[in-house]
């Protein structure tokens, strides 16, 4: 039993960690879309506003191979709750900050389509969401880490 609720917890971080960059993508390259449409010269000045929120998705899969390392088929039920709350804090903030990201860099994506110059400075805004998501990948690895094997 410990196995499958550890399996799905590492799922779950996966699935939601991806689905936080998917929505944000889809916000930023929309954004980018209509911009470079007005003027393509600003494809460089976008590109990393366009990307920021794809490094939630990063992280979860990151979770999910060193937590997966932990698994083994012997596994008690406790030590797969503690797998599933440690990989918690990764999912949660995955989501919730790629979805922010993505909706703060579209709209930095608008500003540098208007300002070009800007594009330097309004990278810190979505890079300040961003310092959430590392602040739920380093605390996941360090939870996992915890995990004892034979809890």
């Not at 993508?25 to 954004?31: E, F, G, V, W």
């Not at 990393?48 to 997966?68: E, H």
Request: overall charge positive; charged content about 5%; glycine content about 14%.
């Amino acid at each position: 039993m410990g196995y499958t609720i550890a399996m799905i917890g590492i799922a779950v971080c996966v699935l939601l960690c991806g689905i936080g960059s998917c929505v944000g993508l889809y916000k930023t390259s929309t954004a980018a879309a209509g911009v470079l449409g007005e003027d393509p010269n600003k494809f460089g000045k976008v590109m990393v506003l366009v990307l920021l929120p794809a490094t939630q998705g990063i992280y979860g899969f990151i979770i999910g191979i060193i937590a997966s390392g932990s698994l083994n088929a012997t596994m008690t039920t406790p030590a797969g709750w503690a797998i599933l709350g440690a990989v918690l804090p990764m999912a949660i903030s995955g989501i919730v900050s790629g979805y922010f990201q993505g909706r703060s860099s579209a709209n930095c994506i608008y500003a540098v389509g208007k300002q070009e110059s800007l594009s330097g400075k309004l990278i810190v805004y979505p890079g300040m969401i961003e310092f959430y998501a590392i602040l739920g990948l380093i605390i996941s690895i360090m939870l996992v880490g915890q995990v004892p094997v034979a809890l």
